[in-house]
């Protein structure tokens, strides 16, 4: 074990703000921020093709930098860049010469090259960020390269790596072994909510060990990480987390093992032979653990079985139904008995879609008045408008007042936003136009505090009231 886990790590978090290599630290991750602010302004992110682009660019430089390029002759300027591509990769459209001096203009700006007379050299600080964008790309490929539930294992895996290799040297990994358990946690819920699921998959072997491999490989992972912990967790305080961990552990592996032993043991049901002793002990104790199955047990309950069977497995089979877990209210009167037994005993199921006797359509002739059905295409309308603008608040607004002012009622209905205030004009305007409000003229009108200007002054005096009776409509004109 590495002394440097018993005192706390180097964090950002915890040094002084004013400390020297505090700025200095500080200005790497700025820089960072500055190469890909520049890369975007230069439209360099348009696809994720071009984000690979810029990344084996980077990958160039690098392996410039480490003495391991393909030929001997050092890059010495952006055109020379520009070519190391062209051969090194096989790529149908490869980034222009103009684009490539962009990035190397970029790199250089932000200290991570530098531009001397015979090549172009990596500096430190573009060496270290260089090596963290290829990681993070190259840890994101492996991640979505797994299924939903394998993602987290191997996330909780990758956490247990990191943390190795920055907490045990005395460095913050970033609460790795928290987002370590964590993963496992929502593996674990994950496994639970399709459990049913990968019983009833016939091919659900390969991936069910699979999980079982991540999960072993996990657990003796996490228990280095977690044993280390609990030799410091007293200077840490790490006690309540390596408590959870080894929970999570147990129950992880456990359940993992349950399920493919489960698995098996329903693949090879048909072809296990029935033995002629009968223990009625064993029988009693397999029926009580149907209810509440052990973690680590193979024993599938009532819902796992009814879950499983298969249909068709006898001609026409599947015409009579599908198999259901089920519940009966208890108690079961005397009658129901005997009706489920006639119904059983007399059941033919249907064979075709001829039996079924169809009943012949009745049409209804309804007349309706012309006037009820401008009305309700009037209401319909208004309904629809309704849907698509919410005039609540002004009508409410307006039958507690009864009249506004324009800009007193967009203010008060509404807020002074100017997104609210377009909205709640929107309303008004659909109340007019459907003449549920009236408006009028008014020489002197208050002033509002708003985030927003009339472009027209006059446009805000006016007053809106509630129309107290719709006018009636006539071939479609509105007349008050």
């Known amino acids: 074990m590495d002394l440097s886990i018993e005192k706390k790590p180097i964090s950002i978090f915890d040094e ?32 994720p093709i071009e984000i690979l682009r ?40 490869p980034p222009s010469l103009e684009k490539v001096g962009q990035i190397v203009h970029t ?17 430190d600080r573009g060496k270290r960020m260089i090596d963290a964008l290829i990681r993070l790309a190259n840890d994101s490929l492996a991640y979505h390269m797994q299924d939903d539930i394998s993602r987290l294992l191997f996330q909780a895996r990758r956490d247990a790596e990191l943390s190795e290799a920055y907490d045990d040297r005395g460095i913050s990994g970033g609460n790795k072994i928290a987002s370590m358990i964590q993963n496992v946690e929502d593996a674990i819920e994950q496994i639970e909510l399709r ?62 093992l349950g399920i493919l032993n489960k698995y098996n043991r329903f693949v090879m049901m048909k072809n296990t032979p029935i033995t002629t002793n009968i223990s009625p002990e064993k029988v009693r104790q397999f029926i009580i653990n149907m209810y509440e199955p052990p973690i680590d047990s193979n024993i599938p309950n009532a819902h796992d079985i009814f879950s499983f069977m298969e249909q068709q497995e006898y001609e026409d089979e599947a015409m009579d139904g599908i198999w259901v877990p089920i519940k009966f209210t208890a108690p079961i009167s005397k009658q129901d008995i005997e009706d489920g037994i006639d119904y059983l005993e007399n059941y033919e199921p249907q064979v075709s879609s001829e039996d079924i006797a169809g009943e012949p359509i009745q049409y209804v002739e309804d007349l309706i008045e012309e006037d009820n059905i401008r009305t309700a295409f009037s209401e319909a309308s208004w309904q629809m408008t309704k849907a698509v ?3 609540e608040e002004v009508e409410r607004y307006l039958e507690k007042e009864n009249v506004a002012e324009l800009e007193q009622l967009i203010i008060e209905a509404g807020s002074p936003n100017w997104g609210d205030s377009i909205r709640t ?7 007019m136009g459907n003449q549920n ?3 009028d003229r008014k020489r002197e009108v208050q002033a509002f505090e708003k985030e927003w200007e009339w472009i027209n002054d006059d446009d805000r005096k006016h007053i809106v009231r509630q129309r107290t009776a719709k006018p009636k409509s006539f071939d479609g004109d509105a007349k008050s």
């Open 16 to 47: 002084n703000l004013h400390q020297v290599d505090m700025n200095k630290t500080m200005r790497d991750i700025a820089s960072l921020s500055g190469v890909l602010n520049d890369l975007h302004s230069q439209q360099v992110y348009q696809s």
């Open 54 to 93: 810029f990344l084996r660019l980077l990958q160039l430089l690098n392996e410039e930098a480490l003495g391991i390029n393909s030929t001997r002759r050092p890059i010495g300027n952006a055109e020379e860049l520009f070519y190391r591509y062209l051969h090194r990769y096989n790529d149908e459209e």
């Open 107 to 123: 790199l250089a700006k932000h200290s991570w090259i530098s531009k001397q007379a015979k090549k172009l050299k990596l500096l």
């Open 195 to 256: 459990q049913l699921e990968f019983l009833a998959e016939k091919n659900a072997l390969p991936q069910l060990e699979k999980i079982h491999a991540l999960m072993a490989d996990l657990d003796d992972k996490m228990n280095d990480r977690l044993n280390l912990f609990k030799m410091v967790d007293e200077s840490l305080g790490m006690t309540p987390l390596v408590r959870r961990g080894t929970a999570a552990l147990t129950k992880g592996t456990g359940l993992s």
């Open 389 to 391: 603008i919410h005039t």
């Open 425 to 431: 004009m929107l309303a008004i305007s659909a109340l």
């Open 437 to 439: 409000v009236e408006e």
